[in-house]
């Protein structure tokens, strides 16, 4: 039975680069070595980090005034190393709160200085992104998380602002195109939209760095990785090659714009099932709603285990929605195949409770 | 042609893990998903993360006072953790300087305490293992490297201590038995003796830690990763799974007793080639030998291109010496083959400077 991978991450990956992922480990490019053991200070590694690199620049458009990185240890390391980088002992960071991963990253902000928080949407489980707060004019950077994976919300305009922006983008990282010369920096845990788990990816404009007193330890200075072009120490080169694998079919299915077209189809096709659907509806507020995570519960939650039995009965995985949120949540990354959410509405629509319950 | 794969890591592994490791990556055990896209919260991959962790205290015949981590960043973050969690802002910590790796290690930790360098072979390029030093009675810990991949160096008895032993074991763990109970701490990356890059063992006797004040973000506090098995957040799921394939592998050679046999027959039969043969000497003092990573010179330095050459034209990679001792350096870890060994001594033997130059 063919598997429909929903899972909200570690997540799909394109057929075409688990393909390629295999063939290196085996063999890699006819070297006669396995990629899983091959030095990161082989000809071979250093010219695929640097494609890697100049990928993530060319379909964000971004020039030499960004330095983009492969480090490791999560969007969640990020949450430290961002204020650990930025942010003066007496300086304050603007931080909206719209879900799980923000309220972690606001965490560690107090550690390193001041944290305000403008706007929570906690009260409602976050089902929405906050607008129209104010932001101080003496924030030394806003942080915002611009797809709630838990919550399925995404910001679909960024907020306008003379701070730097700082964004976490694990979730829709090359999405749909956007003007990526905005943010001061961006980070993304690999294994939602770009590879599998064990590596992140720090986007950062090279001018905000080297600005605060702090003595930082050298593996936590981002500067120590912008010199090194990300192999100061040994990187994870197997979850960086899967990366650029994956940049590169981005790249050949046509960029930024074609994958957005593939998945703004994808996400109202299913919308419109959850919309249509009588035993169905969505969690999130209509204009926020998220087009790589899709939450959705039973009208009757005693629907609900009939139609999780459903969808594991017809090879869908992953689907089960946060704790937090409960009922659904079908996760359509980029390498989402439209067949793969037209199977799931499909169970959707032939669901019938009494049946199968 | 067979490649001979002599890098100092990341390393060869074993033929059998890497077949596995491919299959793995296309059709995980007919779960009907590749590894690179299965969720870490999964049963499977929480299965096999505590199978990881439990062959890890099998192996070393630790009990549950320890825990074993799979974190991120390499032994380099290590540099920074272990006194971040160990060592309060008054106490010292004492160092052995024994190559490159120490030095780097004693240089992160002046952000948190004091450090003491109790002695050093710098002067000599690192080529002996100092001994006869005294451990200063207020040391918190003592931390050693126990071998030294550039150098060649490698203790043969680890230190006397009342203070907590700690030791970068990255070059060497697995390599031989040892009274592991002895160490309050050990780290390794992963990608000498025990995988691909991509992550950092870590055993931690659960006692030593919570007893300093400082305030560590949640991400480098070992205690956030005891308490979440290594998944506190997305952990590198793969080569995890490579290390645990690994581990498995050493478990099958019937144990380290076993492994430390087939270690040193292979050590033994390189380095009486390298006394014996005219044309080479060992730059490592006798006594510290490594049995993992076997620097050599030529007695002539005009013959080394003829015998990089030579290694080159028949398949043997990654010999070349590091460039601060010079030569070549055959990395000899667990996986590599008696015969691979056998092969490079041929090639010594019959090397002949006067016809390859």
């Known amino acids: 039975m063919k598997k429909h991978n929903f899972s909200a991450g570690p997540a799909i990956l394109p057929a075409a680069v688990i393909e390629e992922a295999a063939q290196a480990v085996t063999n890699y490019e006819n070297v006669g070595l396995s990629l899983l053991e091959m030095s990161h200070r082989s000809k071979e590694v250093a010219t695929f ?38 942010l003066g002992e007496n300086e304050t960071a603007a931080y909206v709160d719209t879900g799980a991963w923000s309220a972690k990253a606001i965490k560690e902000v107090s550690n390193f200085g001041n944290v305000e928080v403008l706007a929570s949407s906690k009260e409602t489980t976050y089902n929405y992104i906050p607008k129209g707060y104010e932001i101080p004019r003496n924030a030394k950077y806003l942080h915002i998380t611009s797809n709630n994976t838990i919550y399925g919300t995404q910001y679909h305009d960024y907020p306008e602002t003379d701070a730097l922006l700082i964004a976490d983008m694990s979730s829709d990282i090359f999405s749909r195109p956007f003007d990526a010369s905005k943010f001061a920096l961006i980070y993304a845990g690999a294994q939602k939209n770009l590879g599998p788990a064990g590596t992140t990816l720090v986007i950062v404009r090279k001018d905000i760095l080297g600005k605060i007193e702090r003595s930082i330890p050298t593996m936590l200075d981002y500067q120590t990785h912008i010199k090194k072009n990300s192999a100061f120490n040994t990187p994870p080169v197997y979850p960086i090659y899967v990366c650029l694998l994956t940049l590169r079919w981005l790249q050949a299915q046509g960029g930024l714009k074609a994958v957005e077209a593939k998945n703004k189809k994808k996400a109202d096709l299913l919308y419109a099932e959850i919309d249509r659907n009588p035993f169905f509806e969505g969690t999130a507020a209509l204009e926020d709603r998220s087009w790589m995570n899709v939450p959705f519960v039973c009208k009757n939650k005693d ?30 990354y980029n390498a989402m195949p439209y067949e793969s959410v037209e199977f799931l509405v499909e169970l959707m629509k032939n669901f019938k409770p009494e049946l199968v319950a």
């Open 49 to 86: 980090m640097t494609e890697a690199e100049e990928l993530v620049k060319s379909l964000l458009g971004l020039g030499d005034d960004y330095a983009v990185l492969f480090l490791t240890g999560g969007a969640s390391s990020q949450f430290y190393m961002v204020p650990m980088n930025l």
């Open 303 to 332: 629907h609900e285990a009939a139609f999780m039995d459903y969808c594991t009965a017809n090879g869908i995985s992953g689907v089960k929605g946060h704790r937090s949120v409960g009922g659904f949540r079908a996760s359509i």
